[in-house]
């Protein structure tokens, strides 16, 4: 009898500890998460299409990540005009954890058609991933400081997670 008592009191400790903890063991930070951008910016005068792939890697549960992306930009229109490339890196940047996702913050190394030699190079970004209680979706690259945002525009580069392992 002793050992009856003592295996409901701890289904029930169990299931008391499990439902004060709603998903935990579902709701483990991703390590891994890839997407693509496309979105329309105004600066420079123009309208331009930004699209391209990036990547970001948690660094375990330092509070660091590193994102990467790989971006064309070109002239809105109907003869797209001065095409160029952009290749966009945080290495080691903050992670804040939202509601809702993960905002991630640090200074970009902004390649600009394969050079590091450009005003946009240092620029502070804030890169937002989230999502719904089930999915991280949505992505966010936030441009702060007057060269980065002359250049890319002042509002956020938006676009969607593809993979998460």
């Keep these: ?86 290749h966009l890196s945080l290495q080691g940047a903050t992670v804040t954890v939202l509601a809702n996702g993960y905002s991630i913050t640090g200074d970009a190394a902004i390649a600009g058609n394969g050079s590091l030699s450009n005003p946009y190079t240092g620029s502070a970004v804030t890169v937002e991933v989230t999502g719904g209680v089930d999915l991280l979706s949505n992505i966010r690259v936030i441009f702060h400081g007057a060269q980065a945002l002359g250049h890319f525009g002042t509002d956020a580069l938006n676009g969607v997670v593809v993979y998460r392992p």
């Design 1 to 86: 009898m002793n050992t009856t008592i003592l295996l409901r009191v701890g289904l029930a400790g169990m299931l008391a500890l499990a439902l004060a903890v709603p998903g935990r063991a579902q709701s483990s930070a991703p390590t891994k998460l890839q997407g693509t951008i496309h979105d329309n910016a105004d600066a420079l005068g123009a309208n331009w299409v930004i699209a391209g792939e990036w990547a970001l890697t948690m660094q375990g549960a330092s509070g660091k990540a590193d994102f990467f992306a790989s971006l064309t930009m070109k002239q809105n229109g109907a003869v797209p005009g001065a095409p160029h490339t952009h």
